[in-house]
């Protein structure tokens, strides 16, 4: 799964964020989907703006 990730990093902000919950709702239940994808954007939002300071 993390080898995943890292992949979907070097994708665009759609694609990536539509692979996390594509990978989700196979193994978890759409509640548990929704729950990770607020939590992940949070962390996204984090990330993309730590790009924007570091790169």
Known sequence: MKKELAKCFFMGQND??????????????????????????LKFQ?????QLVTG
């Open 46 to 50: 984090a990330f993309q703006k730590s």
């Open 16 to 41: 990536f964020k539509k692979a996390i919950i594509d990978a989700l709702t196979k193994v978890n239940t759409p509640e548990y989907s929704k729950q990770f994808e607020a939590m992940f954007n």
